[in-house]
């Protein structure tokens, strides 16, 4: 009987994160499909694709000083695909918590997200536990200090779902 192939959500900082976030994304997303096998909802490329449909002629950062209220509509589908992504399609979640996901809200919400429908969140960050807010620490399956710290962890916790997937021992 073929399993269902596990699927990662990456969770981290973007309107107020270097990059939009998008670094340490494209690292995780290519080592999480190589070494265990499991496919990943990449919010970076994911909302990209959402604005190329639905705001194709502007720049989105842009129109939230232009027209608040067109920008607000328009990341509500953004908001609505994530969540929906969390609740419903993701089997874990790895968040990276730096100054633009505390700066920022949809870490929190995704997080939240997925606390309530009871998939394991794993934060890595260099921060001090104490600093983080409360709410975020509450949503934490797993803390980590290093991505190097969750590879290792997610090797031990799921490496067996790729030689399963393969039909291997």
Partial sequence: MKRKKLKAYLSGGMEYAANE????????????????GHSVFNPNKESEEYLRINFPDGNIRALKFEDVSRFAEILGGVVDLDSREVAKN???????????????????GEITV??????PVYLVTAWKLEEIPGWVLGCVSRFFASFDELKEFLMNEYATTKKKSRGEQ
Avoid: N, P
């Fill in 90 to 108: 993701s089997d874990y979640v790895i968040c990276y918590w730096d100054k633009g996901a505390h700066r920022g809200a949809g870490t929190k």
């Fill in 114 to 119: 997925a606390k309530y429908f009871r998939k």
């Fill in 21 to 36: 976030g998008a670094d340490w994304r494209v690292e995780m997303e290519q080592w999480i499909r190589t070494e265990l």
